[in-house]
T-cell receptor
Framework: ELKVEQNPLFLSMQEGKNYTIYCNYS?????LYWYRQDPGKSLESLFV?????AVKQEGRLMASLDTKARLSTLHITAAVHDLSATYFC???????????FGKGTRLHILP | DGGITQSPKYLFRKEGQNVTLSCEQN?????MYWYRQDPGQGLRLIYY???????QKGDIAEGYSVSREKKESFPLTVTSAQKNPTAFYLC???????????????FGSGTQLSVL
């Protein structure tokens, strides 16, 4: 059974600091996604990572994928208040197209 | 504009009642998904469909049913057998019939279902 674990589940940090969210998954996969959700809203796609060593960056967010370790990271650089949201990683199971989400990391950035 | 439309935005269910949540997409996507989100929790997969007239159970299918009679539509029925239906329901779609590499899920705006 495919399991996706994120940590931490809650993170409160000061503006200007750097931090990393981790996403571990339990079985082989051919793609990994990162999504953002604002309170009461739907999910917005941030990144799709397809291969070992893939790195993608958008503004202050950078995502990477290590398929051998079954680990993805979402790194936040010099956080700003606007990045406060819940961040989800999701993994696409190769064999049956199920896309399984982690529990999410609720990020609160203090001004 | 292309996208996914979920309706209604809010829905109330009486005990013993079946209710149906609508999901329509005009993105010409093959695959469609239903997820349930409980407060402060992640998304759990209820059902998914990769092609018209075919669908598979996700991790929490009990008490739910779906149909996929048209490519554009994937309605979810919450039956009276679902004893704890209060949650935020999200529908999503993606191109999966031909994997080209950068496909992602597009989400609707969600339906909040509550029990009266």
């Amino acid at each position: 059974e495919l399991k996706v674990e994120q940590n931490p589940l809650f993170l409160s940090m000061q503006e200007g600091k750097n931090y990393t969210i981790y996403c571990n998954y339990s079985t082989t996969s051919d793609r990994l996604y990162w999504y953002r959700q604002d309170p009461g809203k739907s999910l917005e796609s941030l990144f799709v990572l397809l291969s070992n060593g893939a790195v993608k960056q958008e503004g202050r967010l950078m995502a990477s994928l290590d398929t051998k370790a079954r680990l993805s990271t979402l790194h936040i650089t010099a956080a700003v208040h606007d990045l406060s949201a819940t961040y989800f990683c999701a993994v696409d199971k190769e064999s049956d197209d199920k896309i399984i989400f982690g529990k999410g990391t609720r990020l609160h950035i203090l001004p | 504009d292309g996208g996914i439309t979920q309706s209604p935005k809010y829905l109330f269910r009486k005990e013993g009642q079946n209710v149906t949540l609508s999901c329509e997409q005009n993105l010409n996507h093959d695959a469609m998904y239903w997820y349930r989100q409980d407060p402060g929790q992640g998304l759990r997969l209820i059902y998914y469909s990769q092609i018209v007239n075919d669908f598979q159970k996700g991790d929490i299918a009990e008490g739910y049913s779906v149909s996929r009679e048209k490519k554009e539509s994937f309605p979810l029925t919450v039956t009276s057998a679902q004893k704890n239906p209060t949650a935020f329901y999200l529908c999503a779609s993606s191109i999966f019939h031909v994997r080209q590499g950068n496909e992602k899920l597009f989400f609707g705006s969600g339906t909040q279902l509550s029990v009266l």
